[in-house]
């Protein structure tokens, strides 16, 4: 079983539109999350971390549920320049790893 | 600007051939990350360093090699014992939580694309 579980897509939405990703992970005691972005053939970049209490940066919102063990991003007023790859990432503190999940592809249509 | 650079951005190698793949930060952040990703797939890890001249295999470390001599830099050989070694490989580094054990994000140079010819 993967560490970190991602739905591959791709999200096809228009403009405008919200669009939620979620994420799971396999071990509990996972310590730290975050989403990443990765525009096609270039490096993934952060885009938030993800705490407990849920948190939101302008059109973007991260929840976490500890007890299901899932991440989720949302995406208010999807812009054309939103389309990439997402990546979740959660970090193990016992080993100062980091796992990736595959990613999720959202494309936004005009 | 603080970064990471890695060079070069395109290499070919021919079978049997070792080729050394640079990462460079002046971030002075203390632990370093070499990732492999194939089309399509997440990032797997290939080695990681907490410390100056200390580093640990990750998932995916066999036909690999790396340095840390210097806190800047964490060079990755990869060797002729990699049979599949055509990939985007990716150099990160991250900084230690304040007065804790832990690490916050990661991130990420440019990366290098191999092709094996």
């Known amino acids: 079983r993967k560490e970190v579980e991602q739905d591959p897509g791709p999200f096809n939405v228009p403009e405008g539109a919200t669009v939620a990703f979620n994420c799971t992970y396999s071990n509990s005691a996972s310590q730290s999350f975050f989403w990443y972005r990765q525009d096609c053939r270039k490096e993934p970049k952060l885009l938030m971390s993800?705490?407990?209490s849920g948190n939101e940066d302008g059109r973007f919102t991260a929840q976490l549920n500890r007890a299901s063990q899932y991440i989720s991003l949302l995406i208010r007023d999807s812009k054309l320049s939103d389309s990439a790859t997402y990546l979740c990432v959660v970090r193990y503190y016992n080993f100062n790893k980091f796992y990736f999940g595959s990613g999720t592809k959202l494309n936004v249509k005009p | 600007d603080g970064g990471i650079t890695q060079s070069p951005k395109y290499l070919f190698r021919k079978e049997g051939q070792n080729v050394t793949l640079s990462c460079e930060q002046n971030?002075?952040?203390?632990?370093m990350y070499w990732y492999r990703q194939d089309p399509g797939q997440g990032l797997r890890l290939i080695y990681y360093?907490?410390?100056?001249?200390?580093?640990q295999k990750g998932d995916i470390a066999e036909g690999y090699s790396v340095s840390r001599e210097k806190k800047e830099s964490f060079p990755l050989t990869v060797t002729s014992a990699q049979k599949n070694p055509t990939a985007f490989y990716l150099c990160?580094?991250?900084?230690?939580?304040?007065?804790?054990?832990?690490?916050?994000?990661?991130?990420f140079g440019p990366g290098t694309r191999l092709t094996v010819l």
């Open positions: 993800v705490y407990s």
């Open positions: 990160a580094s991250s900084s230690k939580r304040e007065g804790r054990l832990s690490y916050n994000e990661q991130f």
């Open positions: 971030l002075n952040h203390d632990a």
């Open positions: 360093s907490q410390i100056v001249n200390d580093f």
